[in-house]
T-cell receptor
Framework: KAGVTQTPRYLIKTRGQQVTLSCSPI?????VSWYQQTPGQGLQFLFE???????NKGNFPGRFSGRQFSNSRSEMNVSTLELGDSALYLC???????????????FGEGSWLTVV | AQRVTQPEKLLSVFKGAPVELKCNYS??????LFWYVQYSRQRLQLLLR??SRESIKGFTADLNKGETSFHLKKPFAQEEDSAMYYC??????????FGEGTQLTVNP
C-alpha cells in the first residue's frame, strides 16, 4: 500500500511569506503528526491530529498551525516565515487509537523548506 | 518531562565488529521505545520497537527499566548498516520524542 505522501517536496519562500504543506497518510491511519528536522535541533514534534482534532502540541510558536480533514489528510501552515524556519518538515501517520499505543509510526519523505 | 539521550553523535566501526548504539531515556510513565533508522537519501523508517522484542537486520534492543536504557546492538556490523540511528520514546497521542541521533559508519 502507498506510504505517507508529502507535497511539495521542495520549496523556497521569502521571509515574511506563509507556506502550506500537505500530507496524505497511509490508508486507514487516523493519526497524523508533524515534525521539524534541522541540523541543530534534530527532530522536534510540532503537533498531532487524530480524527480531525489536535491531540498534542509541541513547543512551537503560534505561527505554526495545522489541521486535519475528514479523510485524515493533513496540512500544516507556517505564517510570517523566518530564516530559522528553514528545515525538513516530516509528516508521520499511524493507526492512532489509545494514548500510548505502541503503534508503528510511519514517516513521509518530507518537505524541504528554504526561507531566504 | 520526557527526554531521550544518545551520547554518541558519531560511531565508527569496522565490518564484522560488534556495534552498540546507546540510548537513555527519562520518562515518568511506562515507556514505549523505538529505534528508527535513516539511510542516506531515504525516509526515516522503523527498525525496532521494544514491545515486539524482535530482531531486525541482526539488530536487537533490550529495555532496561532499572538503568532507563534501550541500547541497540548488533554482533557483526555490515557496511550497509551505515546510517543515522534515532532512539525515540512515544508519549501521549502518538507523540515521539527523539534523541539527537547517532551517525554509524561501518568501514570495510
Amino acid at each position: 500500500k502507498a506510504g505517507v505522501t508529502q507535497t511539495p517536496r521542495y520549496l523556497i519562500k521569502t521571509r515574511g511569506q506563509q507556506v502550506t504543506l500537505s500530507c496524505s497518510p497511509i490508508s486507514g491511519h487516523r493519526s497524523v503528526s508533524w515534525y521539524q528536522q534541522t541540523p541543530g535541533q534534530g527532530l522536534q514534534f510540532l503537533f498531532e491530529y487524530f480524527s480531525e482534532t489536535q491531540r498534542n502540541k509541541g513547543n512551537f510558536p503560534g505561527r505554526f498551525s495545522g489541521r486535519q480533514f475528514s479523510n485524515s489528510r493533513s496540512e500544516m501552515n507556517v505564517s510570517t516565515l523566518e530564516l530559522g524556519d528553514s528545515a525538513l518538515y516530516l509528516c508521520a501517520s499511524s493507526l492512532g487509537g489509545g494514548l500510548v499505543s505502541g503503534n508503528t509510526i510511519y514517516f513521509g519523505e518530507g518537505s524541504w523548506l528554504t526561507v531566504v | 518531562a520526557q527526554r531521550v539521550t544518545q551520547p554518541e553523535k558519531l560511531l565508527s566501526v569496522f565490518k564484522g565488529a560488534p556495534v552498540e548504539l546507546k540510548c537513555n531515556y527519562s520518562y515518568s510513565g511506562s515507556p514505549e521505545l523505538f529505534w528508527y533508522v535513516q539511510y542516506s537519501r531515504q525516509r526515516l523508517q522503523l527498525l525496532l520497537r521494544h514491545i515486539s522484542r524482535e530482531s531486525i537486520k541482526g539488530f536487537t534492543a533490550d529495555l532496561n527499566k532499572g538503568e532507563t536504557s534501550f541500547h541497540l546492538k548488533k554482533p557483526f556490523a555490515q557496511e550497509e548498516d551505515s546510517a543515522m540511528y534515532y532512539c525515540a520514546l512515544e508519549t501521549s497521542g502518538s507523540r515521539l520524542t527523539f534523541g539527537e541521533g547517532t551517525q554509524l559508519t561501518v568501514n570495510p
